[in-house]
């Protein structure tokens, strides 16, 4: 199994362009997560799916957007990328409520110049 | 929402020495804390984690211990080694039904050899 999957790694973008953030899990986990990572800050929620069909604002959701395309995918867009996006952002899931644990991809780090 | 308080931010031990990381949260409906560790450039990893109807947990030279009155949980590795070298992430589960979790600002933890 690959578990969690996140592409790209890296990115580069210009303010005001958009991206599209994937992530993949091969697990049959019901929910899906989006945090970015910044200095200092923690891992901070920004949507999550508790399951295929639905998606809700996390703690810091201003910007973007997502979609929880199946089961196995959920992918978070930037519409208009601004220097404060610059971030790491991870992909997480869940398998259910009841069974907590959550398995991280490998992280995206992205840069808005 | 729930608050994860963590400290300290920075934290240096000699090898064979114990290592102690202290977080408090706000919701005492939370039931699930989690501990995470991330080293330079990898994405967050589970290393133990307990649940409220406990108060204490151990894996071999990890240990988690939590006092539900006062709303706080420790982080205790003993005989610590230069691989212990990371930063720590707890975590506390919400009451809502996706059980989201909510991040400390994490621990940089040195194991000087």
């Known amino acids: 199994n690959a578990g969690v999957t996140q592409t790209p790694k890296f990115q580069v973008l210009k303010t005001g362009q958009s991206m599209t953030l994937q992530c993949a899990q091969d697990m049959n986990h019901n929910s899906m997560y989006w945090y970015r990572q910044d200095p200092g800050m923690g891992l901070r929620l920004i949507y999550y799916s508790a399951s295929e069909g639905t998606t809700d604002k996390g703690e810091v959701p201003n910007g973007y957007n997502v979609s929880r395309l199946n089961k196995r995918e959920f992918s978070l867009r930037l519409e208009s990328a601004a220097p404060s996006q610059t971030s790491v952002y991870f992909c997480?899931?869940?398998?259910?409520?009841?069974?907590?644990?959550?398995?991280f991809g490998p992280g995206t780090r992205l840069t808005v110049l | 929402g729930e608050n994860v308080e963590q400290h300290p931010s920075t934290l240096s031990v000699q090898e064979g020495d114990s290592a102690v990381i202290k977080c408090t949260y706000s919701d005492s409906a939370s039931n699930y804390f989690p501990w995470y560790k991330q080293e330079l450039g990898k994405r967050p990893q589970l290393i133990i984690d307990i649940r409220s109807n406990v108060g204490e947990k151990k894996d071999q030279r990890i240990a988690v211990t939590l006092n539900k009155t006062a709303k706080h949980f420790s982080l205790h590795i003993t005989e610590t080694q230069p691989e212990d070298s990371a930063v720590y992430f707890c975590a506390a589960a919400d009451q809502t039904g996706a059980n989201n979790l909510f991040f400390g600002t994490g621990t940089r933890l040195t194991v000087i050899p």
């Open positions: 997480a899931s869940m398998l259910s409520a009841a069974n907590n644990e959550q398995f």
